[in-house]
């Protein structure tokens, strides 16, 4: 990695648009919640939970990923899981997050909703106090569930307009495809809730296509089988339809084979609003700097691309225009601080 690339992959301003909060449960804090909640795991170690952590696909992570949810119990561990998260990435530069959560995994195993958003709010309002950290909230449906479960939960985010910016769709993509919750979504963009949803990860184009045209998203998570449809490849382009892609979630997860095969580089020289983002990064062992350096490091995305990432991390958020546009200029002027540096460093 270049002195350049590196520098300002440590030090640009960046959004991350693709996480999901109980997606950053670290072992050892798996294990610490689990204790203090008296909470029985098939895992003694932290060397045990880790080694759960090789994954063959998508259904393989779910599994093991909903097993670590049942330590989530009270407001408190939202909290701290959140704020964990933002200790962590507020050092990678991260200034904005539009967070995934996932309340049909907690309501039915009796957490409140109100517990799981009471918690995670809590964090996200320190973050801006201590940090200057801003967020937006995207609640998930549960795509294995029901169109009846996921009116449920829309119900519950409608009682919270306040702190719910967005509804998104995610868990198993192959055999629910995005018209089961066409209904749903058509009701919560009624409310004024925006609009995303998981597509293309490891379903097929259409669905990307059947989220734009059914589900009316204003941005498509992952998106990577978009890539094989030249005409709907245009179509992203053309309206700037952004792409939260994660790299390293995709590798970990079996989606693709190397990290040199991440379709991140593809959708750039394609000229799609592509972001990039970490996912599930206890899990994939990957926070959002990590990506950065895979795309660098693994496709030859030089500087000028690292800054493209990160400037299209604001474009394709739900950041008011005059808010992007101040982030953009901040990382115009880090960028310029870190050129002039080097400059004079001979680099």
């Known amino acids: 990695m270049t002195d350049l690339a590196a520098a300002l992959i440590d030090t640009l301003p960046k959004a ?55 330590v989530l119990l009270t407001e408190r561990d939202f909290h701290d899981l959140t704020w964990a998260y933002i200790e962590r990435v507020q050092a990678d530069g991260l200034s904005h997050t ?37 967020s937006r909230l995207i609640m998930c449906f549960l795509r ?32 629910h495809p995005p018209a089961k919750f066409a209904r749903v979504f058509e009701a919560a963009r009624r409310e004024g809730f925006r609009a995303v949803a998981h597509a ?44 939260t892609m994660c790299p390293i979630s995709n590798w970990r997860l079996k989606g693709i084979p190397t990290l040199a095969d991440s379709p991140v580089g593809a959708a750039l020289d394609a000229g799609l609003l592509v972001t990039v983002n970490s996912d599930d ?16 490091e693994h496709l030859g995305v030089d500087a000028a691309g690292i800054v493209r990432l990160a400037k299209n991390s604001f474009a394709a958020s739900f950041l008011p225009d005059r808010e992007k ?19 004079s460093q001979g680099d």
């Open 98 to 134: 539009e967070m995934f959560f996932d309340p049909q995994a907690h309501t039915d195993r009796g957490v409140a909703f109100e517990t799981v958003l009471g918690g995670i709010v809590s964090a996200l309002e320190a973050a801006h106090r201590e940090f200057g950290i801003t």
């Open 144 to 175: 294995h569930l029901s169109e009846e479960q996921a009116f449920e939960a829309l119900d519950c985010a409608c009682r919270h307009k306040d702190h719910i910016h967005a509804v998104g769709l995610d868990s198993s993509e192959q055999g």
């Open 16 to 70: 991350e648009l693709h996480l999901h909060i109980e997606g950053t449960l670290e072992p050892e804090m798996m294990l610490a919640l689990a204790a203090r909640n008296g909470v029985e795991l098939p895992y003694a170690t932290v060397e045990e939970v880790r080694a759960a952590y090789e994954f063959d696909c998508l259904q393989d992570f779910l599994d093991v990923y909903y097993q670590g949810m049942s």
């Open 200 to 243: 293309g990860e490891e379903g097929p184009a259409s669905n990307v296509r059947d989220s734009l045209d059914i589900l009316g998203v204003a941005r498509v998570d992952h998106g990577n089988r978009a890539l094989d449809d030249p005409a709907l490849t245009r179509r992203l382009a053309d309206e700037g339809t952004p792409l």
């Open 325 to 343: 546009q101040a982030r953009l200029d901040a990382i115009d002027g880090q960028v310029e601080s870190v050129r002039h540096r080097h400059a």
């Open 281 to 296: 990064p206890s899990y994939f062992g990957g926070y959002l700097n990590d990506n950065y350096r895979a795309v660098h």
